[in-house]
């Protein structure tokens, strides 16, 4: 079994600045590239932010320069700095992680039950 646990979410103002975490936990062999994505109301899930087990990274347009994703792979543990948000930011967020296990030889997508951000006034 493998879960991913995210922190972090909350409300905060225009201009304001949250920090996600995301850890994944169980039987872990190796984690692979991990993400994150978010879904607003009314709209499709769309990646952020990716980065992979190496520390390469990759962002949306929308987000360049104002989020940054960061890895510790000590602790299986990816973070999500979000600065400068904006109202059009909220949105629940999602971690996802391509996992291999210790009992089974191909690796797995695995998500988180999302954190709510919330960018309001």
């Known amino acids: 079994q493998v879960q991913l646990a995210e922190s972090g979410g909350g409300l905060v103002q225009p201009g304001g600045s949250l920090r996600l975490a995301c850890a994944a936990s169980?039987?872990?062999?190796?984690?692979?590239?991990m993400r994150w994505y978010r879904q607003a109301p009314g709209k499709q899930r769309e990646v952020v932010a990716t980065i992979t087990n190496d520390g390469s990274t990759d962002y949306a347009d929308n987000v360049k320069g104002r989020f940054t994703i960061s890895r510790d792979n000590t602790k299986n543990t990816i973070y999500l700095q979000m600065n400068s948000l904006e109202p059009e930011d909220t949105a629940v967020y999602y971690c996802n992680a391509l996992i291999r296990r210790t009992d089974k030889f191909d690796p797995y997508n695995y998500w988180g039950q999302g954190t709510q951000v919330t960018v309001s006034s």
């Open positions: 169980g039987r872990i062999l190796r984690v692979f590239d």
